[in-house]
């Protein structure tokens, strides 16, 4: 009975004993599978294919489900670990990041960094705060002879490669930027009578229009006139106009502010006649990009662009009349503006695959000379380096 009563005895204790010293991991970690795979999307697929933003909102989310005392002290390190890596070598953004790795560390103090992300900067700022690289292997007496003994000899089966430095992923801080750009002006068109030549001369009006028929200017041939009454008139809107193809190349001063030109050939323009349709486009231009530090994240870059430069806007518009018969016909009437601008215009970057980016702009340009009002539209690729 006494033997039975210690037998008792000694198994509650094992119990109590298995309770106390069970891994705490098992037992306040309640939240580690959840918080693993986010951690697992956000590096392995979000990180990896340079969607920094996504992965930033994913392991956020991944340590606010931690909380205080939701996941292992190893996993919340890791965490926080893997959110400075984004935020140093992907964001640009190195003072967030040292706040991440200092916050891992007093998670972990073992904590190791993670060599398939690793980075130059990352590896430095680890090692300020305290950080020890990863454990290396004692080797064995044998294994260090052998190296010893390959030294000056044929070793080509048993050389060791030193690791190479992981590539950082692709920069989001290009200071240089090549452009190619389609552009596609509206000029804006007021209502007008007598747009065309009322005699065979097929002279212009001070509307800066020319007439044209089948091709040919107006008034070149006999019997070519317009008869008095209806017709003959523009009505007011806007048009198409002139289309063309630009190449640019911009350059990032400091954060938010780039200076660049465009140069290009503009095609749409008027038939061959006195006035000469000038197809070369050369223009400056500033832009100013809002956000804080917009070239160092994966967002959208939204900007406004001041612009001046040479160029000329036509527009055709297609205008009835009658002749001195009154038979009724139609006339290509097309409108010229002067050859140099100042624009006004709004645009984003949308950035793709590292340094590339999709850029839409809408612009508002006054016409000197001739003057004329136009917006024009645009997409552009623009590549950084």
Same mark, same amino acid.
């Given at each position: 009975m006494h033997e039975h009563r210690s037998l008792v005895v000694c198994l509650n204790a094992l119990v109590v004993g298995g309770l106390l010293f069970a891994p705490r991991a098992a037992l306040a970690a309640p939240k580690d599978k959840a918080a693993s795979a986010l951690q697992r999307?956000?590096?392995?697929?979000?990180?990896?294919?340079?969607?920094?933003?996504?992965?930033?909102?994913? *392991?956020?989310? $991944?340590?606010? #489900?931690?909380? %205080? /005392?939701?996941?292992?002290?190893?996993?919340?390190?890791?965490?926080?670990?893997?959110?400075?890596?984004?935020?140093?070598?992907?964001?640009?953004?190195?003072?967030?990041?040292?706040?991440?790795?200092?916050?891992?560390?007093?998670?972990?103090?073992?904590?190791?960094?993670?060599?398939?992300?690793?980075?130059p900067e990352t590896r430095k700022l680890f090692k300020e705060l305290g950080g020890h690289g990863p454990k290396v292997e004692e080797k064995a007496p044998e294994e260090k002879a052998e190296e010893e003994e390959c030294v000056g000899k044929d070793c080509e089966d048993k050389v060791v490669l030193k690791e190479e430095e992981p590539a950082e992923p692709p920069g989001k801080g290009s200071k240089n930027w090549l452009s190619l750009t389609?552009?596609?002006?509206?000029? *804006?068109?007021? $209502?007008?009578? #007598?747009?065309? %030549? /009322?005699?065979?001369?097929?002279?212009?009006?001070?509307?800066?229009?020319?007439?044209?028929?089948?091709?040919?200017?107006?008034?070149?041939?006999?019997?070519?006139?317009?008869?008095?009454?209806?017709?003959?008139?523009?009505?007011?809107?806007?048009?198409?106009?002139?289309?063309?193809?630009?190449?640019?190349?911009?350059?990032?001063?400091?954060?938010?502010?780039?200076?660049?030109?465009?140069?290009?050939?503009?095609?749409?323009?008027?038939?061959?006649?006195?006035?000469?349709?000038?197809?070369?486009?050369?223009?400056?231009?500033?832009?100013?990009?809002?956000g804080s530090a917009p070239f160092e994240s994966s967002g959208v870059r939204p900007y406004l662009s001041l612009s001046g430069g040479l160029a000329e806007v036509d527009g055709r518009v297609s205008v009835e009349y009658y002749d001195a018969a009154r038979n009724k016909?139609?006339?290509?009437?097309?409108?010229?503006?002067?050859?140099?601008?100042?624009?006004?215009?709004?645009?984003?970057?949308?950035?793709?695959?590292?340094?590339n980016g999709l850029v839409p702009e809408v612009r508002v340009k006054q016409m000197f000379g001739a003057s004329g009002t136009v917006v024009d539209a645009s997409i552009g690729y623009a590549r950084g380096f």
């Amino acid at each position: 009975m006494h033997e039975h009563r210690s037998l008792v005895v000694c198994l509650n204790a094992l119990v109590v004993g298995g309770l106390l010293f069970a891994p705490r991991a098992a037992l306040a970690a309640p939240k580690d599978k959840a918080a693993s795979a986010l951690q697992r999307e956000a590096m392995q697929t979000d990180y990896a294919a340079t969607n920094f933003k996504k992965s930033e909102q994913k *392991l956020k989310k $991944a340590i606010a #489900q931690c909380g %205080a /005392s939701g996941c292992s002290n190893e996993l919340a390190g890791d965490l926080h670990r893997d959110l400075a890596t984004v935020y140093i070598a992907g964001m640009k953004q190195s003072a967030k990041g040292k706040t991440e790795l200092k916050r891992a560390l007093q998670l972990n103090p073992d904590l190791e960094l993670d060599e398939d992300f690793a980075t130059p900067e990352t590896r430095k700022l680890f090692k300020e705060l305290g950080g020890h690289g990863p454990k290396v292997e004692e080797k064995a007496p044998e294994e260090k002879a052998e190296e010893e003994e390959c030294v000056g000899k044929d070793c080509e089966d048993k050389v060791v490669l030193k690791e190479e430095e992981p590539a950082e992923p692709p920069g989001k801080g290009s200071k240089n930027w090549l452009s190619l750009t389609f552009d596609q002006d509206l000029l *804006l068109y007021s $209502a007008k009578d #007598q747009v065309c %030549a /009322s005699n065979a001369a097929g002279t212009a009006d001070a509307a800066n229009y020319s007439c044209f028929k089948n091709g040919a200017r107006f008034g070149d041939s006999a019997g070519e006139d317009i008869g008095a009454g209806a017709g003959n008139k523009v009505s007011g809107g806007f048009g198409r106009g002139t289309s063309r193809i630009l190449l640019g190349f911009d350059r990032l001063l400091g954060s938010n502010v780039s200076l660049g030109f465009r140069i290009g050939y503009a095609f749409g323009g008027r038939p061959a006649g006195k006035d000469k349709f000038l197809p070369f486009h050369a223009e400056i231009r500033a832009n100013y990009w809002f956000g804080s530090a917009p070239f160092e994240s994966s967002g959208v870059r939204p900007y406004l662009s001041l612009s001046g430069g040479l160029a000329e806007v036509d527009g055709r518009v297609s205008v009835e009349y009658y002749d001195a018969a009154r038979n009724k016909s139609k006339l290509d009437a097309w409108r010229k503006t002067g050859t140099t601008f100042a624009g006004l215009g709004f645009g984003v970057m949308i950035p793709f695959a590292g340094d590339n980016g999709l850029v839409p702009e809408v612009r508002v340009k006054q016409m000197f000379g001739a003057s004329g009002t136009v917006v024009d539209a645009s997409i552009g690729y623009a590549r950084g380096f």
